[in-house]
Every structure is written in structure tokens, then in C-alpha cells.
């Protein structure tokens, strides 16, 4: 009989499949190497697991078509973590194993080597008038956008802004307004600020980096939880302890929550150990993924930084992980394989005998309770490094604190007096500061003033949002984008914008201060690495009075000559339908103040809040980390059919339920709190037990259940949810 395989099908089936193993293969099959096999009527990514099992009651099999590679593209270490995570996050392994490799070997049709790529910039020549192209707005938009952005961008980005942008830059290279530059990709990577090394530690990062060490000479599965204040010094215990693991002959791998951390980051990695920094992110074209990914998958480079999906990264002998942040939401995947890579990693570091470190000034509650139990080893930077001391932080209560005169009908400003007044003084010192506000655009909504209704998406069951620089409304959950209208579609009353967001936060302070340098960092004004890591750069020589931004001002950023934080709204997360909205609105609110007063000037934060008695860091016992918890999304076009299948899952679920007195328990079904999402209709369930193993049984008999539901209604499964949304 001839030999079989067992082959994950790169698709969103359920597997694995057995195929034939044709003779000129025969020996040279190895777990974990990609094939092409027939699925369907065409050829499918495939990963070989190993010899296959004839299928129950025969069949006609086929033959694996083609061999990818010699070596498995996915060692076994990296292979086991899939298997485990596409096992209890509940997704198909196949598809799974395809999204922990790189773009140009996900794809069968690319090969190993993915095309050589070149990067276009556009680039504005001279000093150009949008106004002389009033006849033709398509390069009237792509013009104006150039030079908001500061007179360059890649091609590929003003095709993503503009639409009809690309027809539009020939035009206006033949204009002679702009020209077109090209360069070859390389494998590099733009570098934020790098650091000198500390002559010495503080007592506490000594007794840290000791513990540390001794975990990695003594080997096996150490887990630590780091908790230090901001400012503390954590990121050197992180670089001293993998210098100590790389001296051992071990590798590295160190995960940070956002895009946003990831260049300053890594200029201080490559300040201390050279170009053998290996760095893993979307924002990174797909040939320089590629290469560095192959580096380390080589054993050329031992060293990884990277988001959460650098969790799946091929670090060879990977003796130290760290979770820098740990407690973001980011590292929580929400679409497809939804996994935690928090989670993950801490079950990697435990396969492959690791240190794993979890830092934070803020851990989550999970971290915290596993800490307290004695799961993980707790130690802790109490201080700042050089005993600067923490900043003071006062708030501001709007109850109190006239925004402006009663009666009038005016928008009332966003910033209150004693927050211009604050900021005024430190601008007067020549010092720098950081407006936090956790909403993009200009507004929340418009709204009639006749009628009251806001301009809904067409799409999702909320209001869009006002962007004023790009004059329109847009909807940051579907990304549906229309032009701002005259009247209420509704009643055609007059339409006032209400509900602040940064670009308003970045006019009122220029309004107020025109002489000081105002910049935004958010979304929009970020829109490619190179364009976020120049901002950074430029905040951080002191190129930038003021920054205003999102939460991505709040991660790690070190800026020594900011000393005022002012968080503009604190309310807007605690109003949120999700059980996490007190924890995160604590932890954003902690991390944002964290980024005053690290110089040698001491540092202040005002909170603005319309609740200041809201105790934003209360446990409730019934929710995670007490209980595991498991939801039940259920989305479909047709709003009927979609109830009615919530409905039958929630009957159903009901009977598979264990005895009461084990704690399972059944919340639902009901319409999600965004009813409608990108045309969608959505409903949930929710499931909590004590233990995640309760739920096992319930959630095997679901699956076989949801085999034979409606096609046209979607359901998934998502185990441990980070956000109720």
C-alpha cells in the first residue's frame, strides 16, 4: 500500500486531510514543510503533519501535487503552538499555520521568494497652488494631500487616501508638479531614538535582572510578571536579560502591543546589539517581513522584536520572551485565529522550556491574579530611575468648572480653564506637553438641531464621525466615507457638530497658543511607520511643542521634556457596554500620566471628568480573571434569521449545559451592543465557567451543531474576549 499523509489545507476547513504520498516524495516528506495538494476543483496550500490513517469506509484519494521547500518552513516548536492555538481558540489548523508564516510563503502561488518590490514616492516640486486645479479635483485632492503631509508620499499610500490618485500623479507629473522617485526594498527598518546604556542599575532593576538570570542559567519554563511604575526602567531589565540569553546561545523574542512602540523600541534593541535585531510588523513591506523572518528562521539572527503575531516567530533556541505592555488590548487577535498572544506566549515559553516575562505598570487582572497565586514570580520596580519622582495628578471636575456661560448654544470648548491655564505655563517654561483623547476626527457626530438625529452609517448602527481636514464623515468601524452633508438627511435642519476628537483637541490649542508647534498622532495623521517614527523624532528633539493623540501617545514612549499630561475626556471608555471598561480606562489613563515628568522637571497631569468618584479600578468577581469566558457572535444580512438562529443556539445551549452547581452559566442570547457592523445584523452569547475545561464538552457538541446551520448566517467563536463590542 502506498505511504499517506496528513495535510492542514490552508483554508477555512476543518482537518486535517489524507492524501497519497506519491514515490518520487517518498522519504522527503518532513513535519511542518508546505505542499500543494488538490482540494476543490484547483490546488491548495498544504502543511504535512505526518503519515496519514486511510479514511473510514474507503474512498478514492489523491496524490500530494508538489513539495515547497526542504526544510520545514515552520520548526517544531512554532508548529506545536499553532496546533495548540487553532485547538482552543476553536479554528482550523490549516488556515492557522498559514497566518503564522509571512507574506510570499502563505501564498503557493508566490513560492519561496516573493518578486523583488520598488517603492514609489510621489514628491511635490517647488511650491504649487491646489487652487489653478479647481477643473480637475481628482489632482486637486492628491496635490492638497501632498502637501499636507509635507510634500512626499509613497504611491501606495495616496492610492489608499485619494481615490483616483494614481491616474492623477501622471497628470501632474506631466504638469511638472511632481515626479516620481524609485528605490529597491530592503531588508531595514526605520529606527526610533536609540540609548546610551546605563552606567548602573537601581537596586530594584539589579534584584530584577538577578532573578531573571537565574531563571535563564537554571533553564525550563520560568514565568515572571514585572510590574514597574512608568518611567522605572523596565525596558533595560528586558535589555541586560536578553544580552544574558544570547551569551547562553539562546535567542530572544520580545512583543510589544503596537506598531507605535515598535521603532523606538527598536532603535534602543540596535543600540545595543547592532543590526542582528530581527523586526516582525504589518508596517514593513512584505519582502523585508520576509527577509527578516528568514534570518531568524535561519539561526542568523536570534534576536525578534515585534507585535503580537511575532508570537509565531522562528527564533531558534529561544531561551527568553518578554511581553512588554502586557496588559493592551492589542495583543488580542479579533478576527480569524481571535487569539491572545499574551496567552500564547506564556504556552510557548512552557513547550519550549523559557523565561517568559510579562511587563507592565498596569497588568491586567489576569496577570495580577496569577501573580498572587504563585503561578508567576512577582517582581516589582517601585520607582523611577534616578528617584525622579512620579507626577503630580489632579483632576478637573466639569460639573464645576463653567466649559462655558449657560444659555448659549454654541459647542462649549473641550478645553477647560484650568487645563489652558496648565498648559499656557509649560509652554511659557519651553516645555513640552501631551493632550490625550482616546477619539479620532474633529467631532462625534453631527447632529440636527432641529430633529436631534445624528448622520447614520449605512452600514453599522452608529453615528459618523466628523473629520474636518478631510471634509467628510466617516465610520471607524466599516470605513464607509461621504462627503459632509449641507442639511439633516433626516429634516433638513441645520447640522452642529458635537463630541470632541483630536483634530478638534489640535485646533483649539492652536487657536489658543498660535505661536507653539501643534502635531497629531493618531490614525490619520500616522498612516505608514515611516511618517509615525518622523513624528515620534521630532516630538522627542523638540521640534514639537504639543502632541495631541489617541491611545497611541499612552504606550511607552520616553520624552524627558514633557512634564504636563492632560487627558481631555477620562469618561469616554467608562461609558462603554463591556465589562472591561473600568480596568482599561484605569490602565490608559495610568500609562498616558506616565509620560510626564521623566526628565529632570518635575511632572503634572490634569484629568478631566464629568465623574471624578467613578472608581475606575473595581473588580467584579463574576467576570474574568474569576471566570473563563467564551462568546457566541452570531452575524448575518438578514436581521430576521439571524435572531432566530441566536435564538436556537441560545435552546440549545441550554440543554448542553452542565449541572448548575458547577458555575456554568449562559447570558444571552441578545443583539450585540453595536446591533448592525458593516451591513451586518449581530447577535451574542455569552458563556462563563470557574475553568476554561468545563466549557470543553459544551463547546465540541456546539461545533458539531453549527455544521448544519443556514449558510447565510455566520457564527464564531471567540474564547477569552478581550472587548464586549
Same mark, same amino acid.
Given at each position: ?104 510563503? $502563505? ?170 535585531? $530581527? ?20 539561526? $542568523? ?425
Amino acid at each position: 500500500m502506498e505511504p499517506l499523509a496528513s495535510v492542514a489545507v490552508g483554508r477555512p476547513v476543518k482537518g486535517p486531510f489524507t492524501y497519497l504520498v506519491p514515490p518520487e516524495l517518498e522519504g522527503r516528506l518532513q513535519r511542518g514543510q508546505r505542499v500543494l495538494v488538490p482540494f476543490g476543483r484547483g490546488r491548495a496550500l498544504g502543511f504535512y503533519l505526518g503519515p496519514g490513517r486511510a479514511p473510514e469506509g474507503g474512498g478514492v484519494l489523491k496524490p500530494v501535487s508538489a513539495l515547497l521547500e526542504d526544510t520545514p518552513a515552520l520548526p517544531d516548536d512554532v508548529l506545536a503552538l499553532v496546533e495548540f492555538a487553532a485547538a482552543y481558540y476553536r479554528h482550523p489548523l490549516g488556515e492557522a499555520l498559514r497566518a503564522a508564516l509571512p507574506p510570499g510563503l $502563505a501564498d503557493p502561488a508566490e513560492g519561496p521568494e516573493p518578486s523583488p518590490e520598488v517603492v514609489r514616492t510621489v514628491v511635490v516640486l517647488g511650491a504649487p497652488s491646489v487652487d489653478a486645479l479647481k477643473r480637475a479635483p481628482a489632482q486637486s485632492a492628491t496635490l492638497g494631500y501632498l502637501l499636507a503631509v509635507g510634500g512626499r508620499a509613497e504611491l501606495d499610500e495616496l492610492g489608499r487616501a485619494v481615490p483616483g490618485a494614481r491616474a492623477a500623479v501622471q497628470r501632474l507629473v506631466e504638469r511638472g508638479l511632481v515626479q516620481v522617485e524609485e528605490r529597491a526594498v530592503e531588508p531595514t527598518v526605520a529606527e526610533g531614538l536609540g540609548q546610551v546604556r546605563p552606567e548602573r542599575l537601581t537596586d530594584a532593576q539589579s534584584a530584577a535582572l538577578a532573578e531573571l538570570e537565574r531563571a535563564l542559567d537554571a533553564g525550563g519554563f520560568q514565568p515572571f510578571l514585572l510590574q514597574g511604575v512608568t518611567g522605572s526602567g523596565k525596558t533595560e531589565v528586558y535589555l541586560r536579560a536578553a544580552e544574558h540569553a544570547l551569551a547562553r546561545g539562546g535567542g530572544a523574542l520580545i512583543l510589544v502591543p503596537e506598531i507605535a512602540l515598535t521603532p523606538q523600541l527598536v532603535g534602543r534593541f540596535r543600540s545595543r546589539f547592532g543590526s542582528a535585531v $530581527a523586526v516582525l510588523h504589518s508596517g514593513l513591506r512584505d519582502r523585508e517581513r520576509l527577509l527578516h523572518w528568514k534570518g531568524l528562521r535561519a539561526g $542568523a539572527v536570534r534576536l525578534a522584536v515585534g507585535v503580537r503575531s511575532a508570537v509565531f516567530a522562528p527564533v531558534r533556541d529561544l531561551g527568553l520572551l518578554v511581553v512588554d505592555e502586557e496588559h493592551d488590548p492589542s495583543f488580542k487577535q479579533d478576527e480569524k485565529l481571535r487569539y491572545q498572544a499574551r496567552d500564547l506566549a506564556v504556552v510557548r515559553a512552557k513547550q519550549t522550556g523559557a523565561t517568559v516575562v510579562l511587563g507592565s505598570a498596569t497588568p491586567s487582572l489576569e496577570t495580577l491574579e496569577n501573580a498572587r497565586r504563585g503561578r508567576y514570580r512577582h517582581l516589582r520596580l517601585p520607582a523611577r530611575v534616578d528617584d525622579r519622582p512620579m507626577p503630580g495628578v489632579e483632576l478637573v471636575d466639569l460639573r464645576r468648572v463653567r466649559l462655558r456661560p449657560t444659555g448659549t448654544p454654541e459647542q462649549p470648548p473641550a478645553l477647560s480653564p484650568p487645563l489652558v491655564e496648565a498648559l499656557g505655563q509649560a509652554l511659557g517654561r519651553g516645555q513640552q506637553a501631551i493632550l490625550f483623547l482616546n477619539r479620532r476626527g474633529h467631532s462625534a457626530a453631527l447632529v440636527c438641531e432641529s430633529c436631534g438625529q445624528g448622520v447614520p452609517c449605512s452600514r453599522c448602527d452608529v453615528s459618523l464621525t466628523f473629520h474636518l481636514r478631510a471634509r467628510n464623515l466617516q465610520c471607524h468601524y466599516c470605513g464607509e466615507s461621504r462627503p459632509v452633508p449641507d442639511r439633516c438627511p433626516a429634516c433638513g435642519g441645520p447640522l452642529l457638530p458635537v463630541g470632541a476628537g483630536t483634530e478638534r483637541i489640535e485646533a483649539e490649542v492652536a487657536d489658543r497658543f498660535p505661536a507653539a508647534r501643534v502635531a497629531r498622532l493618531d490614525r490619520d495623521a500616522a498612516t505608514t511607520v515611516e511618517r509615525l517614527t518622523e513624528l515620534l523624532s521630532r516630538f522627542a528633539r523638540g521640534e514639537i511643542d504639543v502632541l495631541v493623540g489617541t491611545q497611541m501617545v499612552a504606550k511607552g514612549h520616553d520624552f524627558p521634556g514633557v512634564t504636563l499630561v492632560c487627558v481631555v475626556s477620562a469618561d469616554t471608555g467608562l461609558l462603554l457596554p463591556d465589562f472591561r471598561a473600568a480596568e482599561r480606562t484605569f490602565q490608559l489613563i495610568t500609562q498616558v500620566s506616565g509620560r510626564a515628568g521623566r526628565g529632570q522637571e518635575p511632572g503634572r497631569v490634569l484629568v478631566q471628568t464629568w465623574n471624578p468618584e467613578a472608581d475606575a479600578v473595581a473588580r467584579v468577581p463574576a467576570w474574568p480573571p474569576f471566570s473563563r469566558l467564551v462568546a457566541v457572535r452570531i452575524e448575518g444580512e438578514d436581521p430576521r434569521e439571524t435572531g432566530a438562529v441566536a435564538r436556537k443556539l441560545g435552546d440549545r445551549l441550554a440543554v448542553l449545559l452542565p449541572a448548575p452547581d458547577t458555575g456554568v452559566r449562559l447570558l444571552g442570547p441578545a443583539p450585540a451592543p453595536l446591533p448592525r457592523l458593516r451591513g451586518k445584523s449581530r447577535w451574542q452569547l455569552l458563556l462563563k465557567a470557574p475553568r476554561h475545561a468545563l466549557l470543553g464538552p459544551v463547546l465540541d457538541q456546539l461545533e458539531r451543531d453549527l455544521e448544519v446551520l443556514p449558510a447565510a448566517v455566520r457564527v464564531v467563536l471567540d474564547v477569552d474576549p478581550g472587548a464586549m463590542l
